[in-house]
């Protein structure tokens, strides 16, 4: 009987699962392996330096660089969990959102290897991957809370009654926080990605050395907007010669910075206060600002309000947490059939539920 039928299926339940996560959205060639929803076993991500030159990533070189890398991160993944492909109970994959060439290389695989073995597979939102990097660290977690995802390509602000039961409270209207960095960065020549970088540099700068925009920090809503905050910075730098840039870089990024992290923090008390609940989740790669994580914890210290955000590794892109919101998802009896495509514009939850 093939591993992939329904008795299997319901044997596969009863015991602990090992489950193989792939990520491949965007410019980090990932894979996991997975042990029961929080024993994580291995975790490998391969970034794609191939991109930098550019300032940004470019979809045609991440998918050729994801097929050449995708077999041997997996194949490191097995050896690091010393798992073998017949011991795994299930595969999770990103099927969205992200560059659809990315996608569909990492969703390609996945096929063939649930084929080739009989097990089940389950695509998976990156956005609820992001969300579970927290329940991977603080697995005892599983009260109502306010969700901040936060990256390059997403700020979004979720309700969470329940794991995987989510409602959404505002996005942003333009770029994203992370995109907003990795721009500033770019125009100042600091290279790509802009977020670690500027977050080093600024440590040594004043955030109150500039005063750039808080954008819709005046409006009940809880959408956030960070394209005037970048066009504010290039007016403010085309004024400066060459000199005084360098001479005041530090301020500067630091005072961009500070404007990116008091919106992001400002909006997210908002929603705590405004839904009654009192703990607040931060995931995606600028869940690891130091900035912005000193700020929650000045902003909270006085109030009856937890902040829980996952270690670095599991901030950015990595198929740790794919591997968890799938194993979630693969032990509720959820499966994914054959003909599933990948979905680069896809959505954690209807807006129009907001």
Known sequence: MGRGTTSDLQHHQLKFMIVLGIETSCDETA????????????????????HSPYGGVVPELASRAHMQLLLPVIEEALKRADVTLSELDGIAVTRGPGLVGSLLVGLSTTKALAVSLEIPFIGVNHLEGHIFSNYLEHPTFNDPAVCLIISGGHTELYSIRD???????????????????????KMLGLGYPGGPIIDALAQDGDPTYVHFPRALLTHDSLDFSFSGLKTAVLTYVEALHEGEIRENL????????????????????????????????????????KALRKKFKEKTSNKDIEVFYPSPILCTDNAAMIAAAGSFRLKRGERSSLDVNAAPGMRLIAESQK
């Open 250 to 289: 530090a301020h500067i990024v630091s005072s961009f910075q500070a404007a990116v992290v008091d919106v992001l923090v400002e909006k997210s008390l908002r929603a705590v206060e405004h839904l009654g609940v009192r703990r607040i989740l931060l995931a995606g790669g600028v869940a690891g600002n």
């Open 31 to 50: 894979a996991a392996i997975l042990k029961d929803e929080t024993d994580l076993l291995s975790n490998i991500v391969s970034s794609q330096a191939v």
């Open 163 to 185: 794991k995987g039961e989510y409602t959404f409270l505002g996005r942003t209207r333009d770029d994203a926080a992370g995109e907003a960095f990795d721009k500033v960065a």
